[in-house]
């Protein structure tokens, strides 16, 4: 007997509040289950209570940047998926580090339409789709 999956859950993270915000709005308006938060700090907090399957995370952000939040996740959710997006070409390095730590994770420059992100959430959910039906096999 088939059953429903519940909405991919994605974590949106971004300093820039209009920016986070716009783009939740519009993936919930494409049924993913969204929740938005403007620093790193509270990615990390938010995700280990509400365990995302995707996290969307800009990089350049005071305090924890999206690099160092999405590393602390990535120990405790290990089955989470990573986007991380910039519009400074100052990240490469940074993007670089996380590369040599051992992270995955899908890179995007700023300004990513949103197409592009829907695009990869599908794929996302997917994946995510074959290990739930498989975990329940």
């Known amino acids: 007997m088939a059953t429903a999956l519940r909405p991919l859950r994605v974590l949106v993270v971004d300093d820039e509040h209009v920016i986070a915000d716009s783009l939740s709005t519009i993936l919930r308006k494409q049924g993913f289950e969204v929740i938005a938060v403007y620093s790193g700090y509270s990615a990390i907090e938010t995700a280990f209570e509400w365990l995302p399957d995707v996290v969307i995370s800009d990089i350049n952000m005071p305090g924890v940047n999206g690099v160092d939040a999405i590393l602390s996740m990535a120990r405790r959710l290990p089955r989470?998926?990573?986007?991380?997006?910039?519009?400074?070409?100052?990240?490469?390095?940074?993007?670089?580090?996380?590369?040599?730590?051992?992270l995955r994770f899908v890179f995007l420059h700023k300004p990513v339409p949103p197409e592009s992100v829907a695009e990869y959430l599908k794929g996302c959910e997917l994946d995510s789709n074959v290990e739930r039906e498989g975990a329940s096999a």
Do not use: I, P, W
């Open 80 to 102: 989470a998926k990573f986007l991380l997006l910039s519009g400074h070409l100052a990240s490469r390095s940074t993007v670089n580090r996380a590369h040599e730590q051992g």
